[in-house]
Nanobody, 115 residues
Framework: QVQLVESGGGMVQPGGSLRLSCAAS????????MDWYRQAPGKQRELIAT???????NYADSVKGRSTISRDNAENTVYLQMNSLKPEDTAVYCC?????????WGQGTQVTVSS
């Protein structure tokens, strides 16, 4: 059973930074594709960053240039560094693992950007 646990969310002022973490259980992490999604109130869930097992990354235009996704396979953890945060970045951020055609989700962590 794969479990994903996000952490690192919180409240930050506009222009600030946060680093989100998603820790995964299990031994298949290193070959999994890991995604970060976010969902703001009243909006559709949005895929914002992806990192494959070989380290290739992709970003949504909404976060490109301000965010960096990375992974530590030794720690079974994926990170999302977010800089220059804006109020419109306020959302619940969730990670997803995709491996062997199966998807696993974390419970999410709230990020609030407000002055």
């Amino acid at each position: 059973q794969v479990q994903l646990v996000e952490s690192g969310g919180g409240m930050v002022q506009p222009g600030g930074s946060l680093r989100l973490s998603c820790a995964a259980s299990g031994t298949i992490f290193s070959i999994a594709t890991m995604d970060w999604y976010r969902q703001a109130p009243g909006k559709q869930r949005e895929l914002i960053a992806t990192i494959t097992g070989d380290g290739s990354t992709n970003y949504a235009d909404s976060v490109k240039g301000r965010s960096t996704i990375s992974r530590d396979n030794a720690e079974n953890t994926v990170y999302l560094q977010m800089n220059s945060l804006k109020p419109e970045d306020t959302a619940v951020y969730c990670c997803r693992m995709v491996v062997f055609a199966s998807h696993y989700w974390g419970q999410g962590t709230q990020v609030t950007v407000s002055s």
